[in-house]
């Protein structure tokens, strides 16, 4: 029976000569799948009232299946993650999830049925799903521990910055696209007819520049030496730091890879009683990061926003005011997820947005409306944005073996997935019942609750490199 290898010192050997400018580049090829999983999972939030207007839909069942099918396609694409991603390595999976962006944005703006709308933006979750999953990932694998947690916070950076480009962009057409193109159509019935299609039509562009640039990066250097590959692994890694760096990175995963070929591997493994506990814990932090209520915010932000007594227009404004204050916050977090540690984010993010959807509970108990409303929510996303949103991403691509890390990841954003699928559906179901003020209430309870698993079953994991990583959990350190 073999040991796990020792732990090394925390800070991997020879990291003083890293090439930063190309690892930040690949990085960011590789966070343009963040970038698109952004732009394409909340432009539905600035379409939903005019392709509700043209599929005619009235029904909150009808509602909540359009808004959220697309989430059906994530939980698919994030369990076959974890297969593609060991089959076919990250780099060809980011191709595959490029190319499904750009088919089904197009198709899905320019369906002409409420089935090929549904069935298009079930294949563009299937892209989101996919995305979710091998971007993180590679950008974990291709970083240095000291920079890990900011360059795979570069990737919910992207996410971000999709997620302001949807919200800007459905300003631009819901507001000004109308007065340009409607011709002899008003503009409700432009955006009814045409806008809500450029609006998801418009993802094509970023995703034929992932699949371009996909092609170019390098593979994972931990995938090609888990493929016997090493001298392919030698090569990216001397691109990275230099031969000192990559003999080192060399010797240090082949060390783990001779131990982990000596256990189970696959799925099976994941229901051993020595991974359990880290299933547990990865599909806990996506399962809170989505019950946290904040994706709310931006896929019904029309409706909170209408609930709350604004305009079209000036709901199409807040809706980019919210993406803005979601960036700023999670340019806040980069900075300090390797200072601070991933832990104290999580536990600040937990009690935070909980304080502010209590108030928010409140404020919709006492029938307030407009600005309280408005800077409540802005206060919950920039909250949510610096510490829940970018974190439990680090930390589910950090806390799994090397071995199943793939498929780890895969289970953990399969279980957010299909969290945020319930989330969003129930959304109206659960206003209808308890009204806004109920379902915050949900929410923040939610986060309570995530506070005292955070602080129980959650270590710290900075400044670690992956195998050191494992090594601890190995240790029960």
């Not at 993650?81 to 899905?108: E, H, P």
């Not at 289970?411 to 559906?425: H, R």
Request: proline share 3%.
């Amino acid at each position: 029976m073999h040991s796990a290898p020792s732990a090394a010192s925390p800070i991997e050997p020879h990291a003083e000569k890293l090439r930063l400018g190309y690892l930040l580049w690949i990085a960011a090829v590789a966070a343009l799948g963040g970038f698109l999983f952004g732009y394409d999972w909340v432009v539905i939030g600035g379409a939903k009232p005019f392709y509700e207007a043209y599929f005619h839909l009235t029904t909150d069942t009808l509602i909540g299946w359009a808004n959220s099918c697309a989430l059906v396609g994530c939980l698919a694409g994030s369990l076959l993650s974890g297969v593609l991603g060991d089959r076919l390595g990250r780099k060809r999976s980011l191709l595959l999830a490029g190319a499904l962006f750009a088919i089904s944005s197009v198709l899905t703006g320019w369906a002409f049925s409420f089935a090929a709308f549904i069935a298009w933006r079930m294949v563009g979750g299937l892209a989101i799903g996919l995305a979710s999953n091998i971007s993180p990932l590679y950008i974990a694998e291709i970083s240095p521990a000291q920079w890990r947690g900011r360059l795979v916070s570069l990737n919910q950076l992207a996410i971000v910055c999709g997620i302001l480009g949807a919200q800007i962009f459905d300003w631009q057409i819901g507001t000004r696209g109308a007065h340009l193109f409607r011709g002899s159509l008003s503009a409700v019935a432009w955006n009814a007819q045409y806008g809500w299609r450029w609006m998801f039509t418009a993802v094509a562009v970023p995703a034929v520049l992932l699949f371009l640039l996909a092609g170019i990066i390098p593979e994972s250097p931990r995938w090609l030496m888990s493929r016997h590959r090493t001298a392919d692994a030698e090569t990216v890694l001397t691109r990275m730091g230099g031969h000192n760096y990559a003999s080192s990175m060399i010797d240090t995963i082949a060390q783990h890879l001779q131990h982990d070929r000596a256990q189970a591997t696959g799925w099976r493994e994941l229901a051993s009683p020595g991974m359990r506990r880290l299933v547990f814990i990865g599909i806990g932090l996506a399962v809170l990061q989505q019950w946290s209520g904040i994706n709310i915010l931006f896929n019904y932000a029309e409706e909170v926003y209408r609930s709350a007594g604004y305009a079209v227009n000036d709901i199409l404004f807040n809706i980019v005011i919210t993406g803005a204050i979601n960036l700023v916050f999670t340019l806040l977090a980069m900075l300090f997820v390797d200072r601070i540690g991933r832990r104290f984010l999580m536990l600040l993010g937990c009690a935070s947005v909980g304080v502010v959807h209590v108030a928010l509970a409140i404020v919709y108990h006492l029938h307030l409306r407009g600005l309280p409303i408005l800077l409540l929510t802005l206060c919950a996303i920039g909250c949510y944005a610096m510490t829940l949103a970018p974190v439990t991403w680090v930390l589910i691509t950090e806390i799994f073996p090397n071995r199943i890390r793939a498929r780890g990841v895969s289970l953990a954003v399969s279980a957010l997935w299909a969290s945020s699928f319930l989330l969003t559906f129930s959304f109206p179901a659960l206003t209808a019942a308890f009204g806004q003020s109920g379902a915050f209430v949900v929410y923040g309870v939610t986060c309570l609750a995530g506070w005292i698993c955070v602080r129980a079953f959650v270590r710290e994991t900075k400044g670690r490199s992956l195998e050191q990583i494992e090594d601890a959990t190995a240790h029960g350190r």
